[in-house]
């Protein structure tokens, strides 16, 4: 019947939706309007530390967010109370129903970037990307260009970096005592 390949179909497409979140490199999560856990991968479940049995549809956001805390996989909480309030602060968010995008360091030393985008029904569909790399990379280009201006700020040279729209990007202090400047000044501008 007519029902019966609409229903087919439908589930179909349930698997191939299944199937196609669970091969995503990053954590996915899916919770409805009342804050409950209805959907999940298995990199979310990995970058958690989550024992399957925590993991069932209908479980409260609330419910994972202290386990998190009491297992200290988040962190800087001294006290249920404060593990309460955090918790009320994160669920009032998401009742507002706004997308976010924050960053967070979870106590194993992994950096997540987490993206929560709202569904139109209400609930929470939420990214979870594991950036360490990505923010280790970052510091040591921080640390390299700060090796780089000790090194030019002491060569008695003056020297200027200009980008290709003429803008001056760079200039070390040989620079600034020779033409009377600082770098607050004259960064950015052509």
């Not at 019947?1 to 996915?28: F, T």
């Not at 989550?50 to 006290?79: H, K, M, W």
């Not at 200027?160 to 803008?167: K, Q, T």
């Amino acid at each position: 019947s007519l029902v019966d390949e609409a229903s087919m179909l439908a589930r179909q497409n349930q698997e191939l939706l299944r199937k196609a979140i669970e091969h995503l490199p990053q954590g996915i999560s899916v919770v409805d309007q009342n804050q409950k856990l209805v959907a999940w991968n298995h990199r979310y479940q990995e970058l958690f530390g989550y024992p399957d049995e925590l993991l069932t549809v209908g479980r409260s956001v609330g419910d994972l967010f202290r386990y998190n805390a009491s297992q200290g996989v988040i962190s800087g909480f001294n006290s249920d109370e404060q593990i309460e309030h955090a918790l009320q602060k994160r669920l009032d968010h998401l009742n507002r129903g706004s997308a976010y995008r924050r960053e967070s360091i979870l106590s194993s030393g992994i950096t997540l970037e987490i993206i929560g985008e709202p569904m139109p029904n209400g609930g929470y569909v939420t990214s979870y990307s594991d950036i360490s790399s990505y923010k280790e990379a970052e510091a040591a280009l921080r640390e390299s260009e700060q090796a780089i201006r000790v090194y030019t700020d002491n060569v008695p040279a003056m020297i200027a970096y200009v980008d290709r729209d003429y803008r001056i990007q760079f200039i070390n202090k040989a620079f600034e005592r020779t033409m009377r400047v600082w770098r607050e000044q004259v960064i950015g501008r052509p």
